[in-house]
């Protein structure tokens, strides 16, 4: 009886994409469907490759002709492929093949991660507009955004570097687009693409001032470092 259970144990086990668990319902398979594709895995791995609907429903809960059924339509749903080859003694024969269905999870997982990358582009492009609406403390006019979205689709600046030249614009007291504008042209005009290219570019600019702000420019900002006026290049 234990050997029995132990060599029962040992039968083996089928490998098979983890995607296909989490993505089957998107590539519009049931669960009997999936079970089905499962069990000609199996038999495939086992060496059979063209298993009867006889010896795979006698492993499921549904009847032979239930079987044939769903075996036909994965077919036509291009799930799965029937191939017909010749082996070295020339005998002709049938198999199945599951490369359609892997096709199909490709696509379906190129087609999520698109769909992610959009959802996530939206997102960062509506957090663009907050933080500026949060900095001028006001709606954004339909000019202004309109400007915020040449920047990013005609410009193709990233949504970060479009929220530092807001930063340096803020920290320069002269928070209007016509100066963040100005401060994105000279960062692409520098190949500056990453905050700490920004800094590190703004830091050397300060450097070279060694005039001090004017009074105007100090009740914006209190702090006596001067700030790089990029309307002034």
Known sequence: MKSNLLSWIEEGNITFPAVLLSQYRNVHLNEYELVL??????????????????????????????????????????????IDEVSSEGIRYEKYSLKPLWERLVDQFLISSQNDKEKSKKAEE?????????????????????????????????PIIIKAALREAVM?????????DRILFEWKKNGIKTIDQAKNHGRKFRQKQTQHRTKQEESYQPSSVPFYNWLEQ
């Open 172 to 180: 320069s007291g002269k928070l209007n687009f016509r100066y963040i």
């Open 126 to 158: 509506s957090d663009v507009y907050t933080c500026f609406e949060k900095e001028f403390g006001r709606p954004l006019s339909p000019f202004e955004c309109e400007s915020l979205s040449m920047w990013m689709d005609d410009d193709h600046h990233d």
């Open 37 to 82: 594709l499962l069990n000609i895995l199996s038999f495939i791995e086992k060496g059979n490759a063209f298993p009867t609907p006889e010896e795979l429903s006698s492993r499921m809960t549904i009847s032979v002709l239930d079987c044939n059924d769903m075996l036909r339509k994965l077919v036509q749903r291009g799930l799965l492929e029937i």
